[in-house]
């Protein structure tokens, strides 16, 4: 049974970056597309962008292309997010999900969920 | 402002059957399968529905998708307290060129 293993809560300052962490375990990794997903607080699923974790082919939300940056390191089957000059409305929990299959587009859907990273951004 | 659109909330009391709706367009729900996931307080979502109206293994079949046109609904029958949570429906979107979701529905078992 696979499961996604996300790094700890992080606190950071305006301006700076914050690097989350998802590591899969029990699956095959490689064979998998990965997606993150932001929650702020009290509001709904906004979808960041994805990665197919063969290929290291990063896709991203137009809100959050230049400023993000998404990798897979397929030799610890980790995922990471990165997100740079911070601010306080980057506070959320951000979850990274597993995808169906090897891409991240439409006949893949989100099937395995990390347990979510809250990231606090604050001066 | 979300691509889709749900209603903010719901309700309904033990054994009921109620149904949460999802509106979109030609570039989401129209031409892609709509996927509907459950978050309980404080928890990461959880699959419920897929591809419009499979089931993963595991969710009671009192839960169902829908989809016609540009719309997608997820009905719950003999509703149970522990079905209170947020719903949330998502599909691809070919304009966005990314996932979008609803923006949740948050369910309340009177």
């Known amino acids: 049974q696979v499961q996604l293993v996300q790094s700890g809560a992080e606190v950071k300052k305006p301006g700076s970056s914050v690097k989350v962490s998802c590591r899969a375990s029990g699956g095959i990794f490689n064979s998998y597309a990965i997606s993150w997903v932001r929650q702020a607080p009290g509001q709904g699923l906004e979808w960041m962008g994805g990665?197919?974790?063969?290929?290291?082919?990063?896709k991203y939300a137009p809100k959050f292309q230049g400023r993000v940056t998404i990798t897979a390191d397929k030799s610890t089957t980790t995922a990471y997010m990165e997100v740079r000059s911070l601010r306080s409305e980057d506070t959320a929990v951000y979850f990274c999900a597993r995808h169906s299959g090897y891409s991240y587009t439409s006949d893949f859907y989100m099937d395995v969920w990390g347990k979510g990273t809250t990231v606090t951004v604050s001066s | 402002q979300s691509v889709l659109t749900q209603p903010p909330s719901a309700s309904g009391t033990p054994g009921q059957r109620v149904t949460i709706s999802c509106s979109g367009s030609?570039?989401?729900?129209?031409?892609?399968?709509v996927n509907w996931y459950q978050q309980l307080p404080g928890t990461a979502p959880k699959l419920l529905i897929y591809?419009?109206?499979q089931r993963p293994s595991g969710v009671p079949d009192r839960f169902s998708g829908s989809k016609s046109g540009t719309s997608a609904s997820l009905a719950i029958s003999g509703l149970q307290s522990e079905d209170e949570a947020d719903y949330y429906c998502?599909?691809?979107?070919?304009?966005?060129?990314?996932?979008?979701f609803g923006g949740g529905t948050k369910l309340t078992v009177l």
């Open positions: 030609s570039s989401n729900i129209g031409s892609k399968t």
């Open positions: 591809s419009n109206d």
């Open positions: 990665i197919i974790a063969i290929f290291n082919t990063p």
């Open positions: 998502a599909t691809w979107d070919d304009s966005l060129n990314g996932w979008v």
